[in-house]
């Protein structure tokens, strides 16, 4: 699979880097413009590399046909996602978390964002114990997310470290996309 990696994000207390291919990223951008007034979102998919430490989200997907949400919620579904992780588990890439948008807010995680991250790392039918969380926030055209990753019971914000927005990507075609790594 060919894939175009425009962002990376680190932290220095955290084990786990992870870089966003542009399919992904793009994908979360163009359903979080077009899902106005709601929250939604999908799952990241994905391979670890470098002993783990290095997470790839190759795809991101599409808000499931049984998820439902409000303003400022949302409940991923499951239909759809089995066929699409089956079909994933060819090319080794599995679950890696989970990504959903804040319309017309910040892309900070909540209270809520965080139980659910803890509860994903010790479901054992994920196999994810570092789950990865991405939040898109909107404004307008525009779109800022955030990246955590879930280690040792605490969320840790990542933090860009390459810009999508670099010589070698042309967004031109896309809405503003600004990357937070605030705290």
């Not at 090319?91 to 807010?105: A, R, V």
């Not at 779109?143 to 280690?151: A, N």
């Amino acid at each position: 699979m060919a894939e175009k990696i425009v962002v990376v994000f680190q932290a220095i207390s955290a084990t786990v880097e992870v870089r966003l291919t542009d399919a992904a990223l793009r994908l979360m951008e163009k359903e979080s413009l077009a899902s106005t007034g709601k929250e939604t979102g999908g799952i990241l998919i994905g391979r670890y590399g470098n002993d783990g430490n290095v997470a790839v989200v190759t795809a991101a997907t599409e808000r499931p046909t049984d998820s439902s949400s409000g303003r400022a919620w949302f409940q991923r579904g499951i239909s759809g996602l089995t066929a699409k992780l089956r079909a994933r588990w060819a090319y080794g890439e599995y679950y890696l978390g989970e990504w959903h948008s804040h319309p017309g807010g910040a892309p900070d995680p909540s209270s809520n964002d965080i139980r659910e991250m803890r509860s994903i790392s010790m479901d054992t039918s994920y196999g994810c114990p570092k789950p990865i969380m991405i939040i898109a926030g909107t404004s307008d055209a525009s779109v800022r997310i955030s990246v955590s990753v879930l280690e040792n019971g605490r969320l840790l914000r990542l933090r860009p470290v390459q810009s999508p927005r670099d010589d070698r990507t042309d967004r031109s075609t896309a809405p503003e996309t600004k990357v937070n790594g605030t705290p």
